[in-house]
């Protein structure tokens, strides 16, 4: 049964970088769509990167368009995010999920494997 674990949160200052990273187990990842979320306290989970099977197909909410990368090695069963120009309103709890979609979705309704998320704060 696949497992998903996050890594790689933290306190960073408005203009930063930081990588998160997505580890799995009990299953190989290369077969999954994989997402990534946030979370921000009182509101609804929102998608942030998504990226299918081998890679090739990317989608990016507007909001982070252009500072975010994701990207995957099947090789290490690991997905990650690079988060780039950090600002405030990324603050939230991230988290990775997957799904047996081809083309993965960048709603969280689709997704059947979550991990237990990972603090990001941007503050000064």
């Known amino acids: 049964q696949l497992q998903l674990v996050e890594s790689g949160g933290g306190l960073v200052l408005p203009g930063g970088s930081l990588r998160l990273s997505c580890k799995a187990s009990?299953?190989?990842?290369?077969?999954?769509?994989v997402g990534w979320f946030r979370q921000a306290p009182g509101q609804e989970r929102e998608g942030v990167a998504c990226i299918s099977r081998s890679g090739q197909i990317t989608e990016y909410a507007a909001s982070v368009k252009g500072r975010f990368t994701i990207s995957r090695d099947n090789a290490k069963d690991t997905v990650y995010l690079q988060m780039n120009i950090l600002e405030p309103g990324d603050t939230a709890i991230y988290f990775c999920?997957?799904?047996?979609?081809?083309?993965?979705?960048?709603?969280?309704?689709?997704?059947?494997?979550w991990g237990q998320g990972t603090q990001v704060t941007v503050s000064s």
């Open positions: 999920a997957a799904t047996r979609l081809p083309i993965p979705p960048i709603s969280p309704i689709r997704y059947g494997t």
């Open positions: 009990g299953d190989t990842l290369g077969t999954y769509g």
